[in-house]
Each structure stands twice: as C-alpha cells, then as structure tokens.
C-alpha cells in the first residue's frame, strides 16, 4: 500500500505571494492532519480535516487554510507569505471508525517551504 | 492545555552504548503516548507506541513503558547503532469529549541522536 504522499517536494517563493501544497493519504484513510515544523517552534498543529470539513484548528494566522476532497485528499493554502512561514510542512493521515479517528498517525515526507 | 517536554539534546553516543531519552507529559484524561523518528531529509516515522498505563511499546530494539504515576514515557534502547542516528520526538493524543483533540497529535521538542562508530 502507497503512503501519504506530497507535492511538491521542495518550493521556493518571495514574501507576498501564497502557496498551495498538496496531500494524497494513505488509500482508505479519511482523517488528514497538517502539521508546521521549523527549528524554532518545533512541530505544531495547524487543522485536521474529516470528510471535507475541518473538524480541528490549531493556533494559526487566517492566512493558513485547508480543504479536503471527496477522495480525502488534502490541499493547505499560505496566502500573503512571510519569512517566518518557512518551514517544513508536514501531512498525515489516519485510519477511522465511523467520525473516530484511529490515534496512529502516518506522515508525508514533507513539503519543505523557503520564502525569500 | 497538553504538553510533552523531552530532555535536552543533542545526544552523542558510541556506537553499542545504552541509549535513555526522557519523555514526560501533561494531559487530561488518559492520553495515548507514541515515539517517532525523522531521519534527514524525511518526515516522521512511527517507532513505537502505548496507549494505556503500563503498556509497553517495543520495536526494532527500542522500548518505552506508559508510566502514568511519573506521566513519563521514557525510550531505551540497549545498544544502538550508526543507522540509530536521527531526531527522536515524543508526542501525545489526548482524545476528549468536545473534540478539541481531533486529529491533533502534540509533540516534544524533539531529541537529536549521534551514533558514531
């Protein structure tokens, strides 16, 4: 079985623009999480999403957004970049059971962000 | 709110030695308690996990035991190799009632490991 997968790899943007990074789950996981993960503020939770809404939000800017699709794919959004969004990005996916998310998390390799 | 602190890194070892990070927690009700691994250029990994006191969680060698009474989750490994070297993070799932928890994995800071020969 395929695991999480995204793209890109790598982005290189300037301040001002917004990016999209994309996340295909693992084939049957519904629930897909995002995470930020720099040097000085470590991982951090950014939503959760389930069956094309988001159920959970973490302590971020508006300019930090999401979807999911109805294959459970996933897409976060950084409109108006700044210098402190780079960062690597994380997604994850997990199994559920009805609205229950399994607490085993598989992640991506990341997207990694540099603005300049 | 929950939170996991882990000991300072980084750590540098040689290669066979005895390897303890320490993982301790604050959480409301019972959390499930998880150790991964990133390796350079990778995201995360699943090494091990637990998700009931006094569970032990063991896998390629590393282990760590849910210690509710210490709220600890201490890995170990009795001796490690070169290809041991990488970022160790414990982290946390803490599911509640209100579902403020969905999806929501929180993490330590993360622990630097140096295995060398």
């Known amino acids: 079985k395929a695991g999480v997968t995204q793209t890109p790899r790598y982005l290189i943007k300037t301040r001002g623009q917004q990016v999209t990074l994309s996340c295909s789950p693992i084939?049957?996981?519904?629930?897909v999480s995002w995470y930020q993960q720099t040097p000085g503020q470590g991982l951090q939770f950014l939503f959760e999403?389930?069956?094309?809404?988001?159920?959970n939000k973490g302590n971020f800017p508006g300019r930090f957004s999401g979807r999911q699709f109805s294959n459970s794919r996933s897409e976060m959004n950084v409109s108006t970049l700044e210098l402190g969004d780079s960062a690597l990005y994380l997604c994850?996916?997990?199994?559920?059971?009805?609205?229950?998310?399994?607490?085993?998390?598989?992640f991506g390799p990341g997207t990694r962000l540099t603005v300049l | 709110g929950d939170s996991v602190t882990q000991m300072e890194g980084p750590v540098t070892l040689s290669e066979e030695a005895f390897l303890t990070i320490n993982c301790t927690y604050t959480?409301?009700?019972?959390?499930?308690l998880f150790w991964y691994v990133q390796y350079p250029g990778e995201g995360l990994q699943l090494l091990l996990k637990?998700?009931?006191?006094?569970d032990k969680g063991s896998n390629k060698g590393f282990e760590a035991t849910y210690r509710k009474e210490t709220t600890s989750f201490h890995l170990e490994k009795g001796s490690v190799q070169v290809s041991d070297s990488a970022v160790y993070f414990c982290?946390?799932?803490?599911?509640?009632?209100?579902?403020?928890?969905?999806?929501?994995?929180?993490f330590g800071q993360g622990t630097i490991l140096t295995v060398h020969p």
């Open positions: 959480a409301t009700g019972y959390p499930s």
């Open positions: 637990a998700t009931k006191a006094d």
């Open positions: 084939s049957g996981h519904r629930s």
């Open positions: 982290a946390l799932f803490s599911a509640n009632a209100g579902g403020t928890s969905y999806g929501k994995l929180t």
């Open positions: 994850a996916s997990s199994r559920t059971s009805g609205r229950v998310s399994y607490n085993e998390q598989f």
């Open positions: 999403y389930f069956s094309e809404t988001q159920r």
